[in-house]
């Protein structure tokens, strides 16, 4: 009865679902959408504002835009929100008779290390020689490694290292 002698409206019984049926509760400052939602609606009419602002500077002939002007609008564009429908790809295989690979890189298994095939996962230690290593044969020594570190390290040196040699003196 306090509310129908103030005029003021009591809140909704419940939570009120998103508008775009994404499965998330909305709120009026939101439109009734979710803030993901909102969000993504607001990108797409600030991106549809902006290409309708560059679609009018292209057809009045202005290259750019300064500062100091306002961008306006040439035609309002009018969002409405829609769940998002999914794709369905079909999935048909595709032969090719001449090479043999269908130019799609095969999906990669669980990541082995190359010495004792152990599962190493996201543990694993790539080495210079270009394999992968569990903790156990990640040394180069555990491995028998082909990477040359000798000659690595001193081309190392030397490219850090210029020769510095001074120009020779005139005798008087």
């Known amino acids: 009865m306090e509310h129908e002698e103030t005029g003021c409206q009591a809140a909704p019984e419940g939570p009120i679902l998103c508008v775009n049926n994404c499965g998330f509760f909305g709120s009026a400052a939101t439109m009734n ?18 290409a309708a602002s560059s ?35 079909s999935s048909q295989p595709s032969f090719s ?41 990640r040394y180069s020594d555990k491995h028998d490694c082909p990477y040359d570190y000798r000659t690595a390290g001193r081309d190392a040196i030397a490219k850090a290292n210029p020769v510095v040699k001074a120009e020779k003196l005139d005798k008087i």
Request: aromatic share 4%; with cysteine; net charge positive.
């Open 33 to 50: 959408m979710c803030s993901k939602c909102h969000k993504d609606m607001m990108l797409k009419q600030e991106q549809a504002k902006l």
């Open 55 to 89: 679609f009018g500077s292209i057809v009045n002939g202005t290259s750019s835009i300064s500062a100091n002007e306002p961008v306006v609008a040439a035609a309002t564009v009018d969002v409405q929100p829609h769940p998002v429908e999914p794709k369905t790809l």
């Open 97 to 137: 008779f001449g090479s043999g690979s269908s130019g799609e890189p095969k999906p990669e298994g669980p990541k082995r290390c190359n010495t004792c095939n152990k599962r190493v996962g996201l543990t694993g230690f790539n080495c210079r020689c270009g394999h992968l290593f569990c903790a156990v044969h």
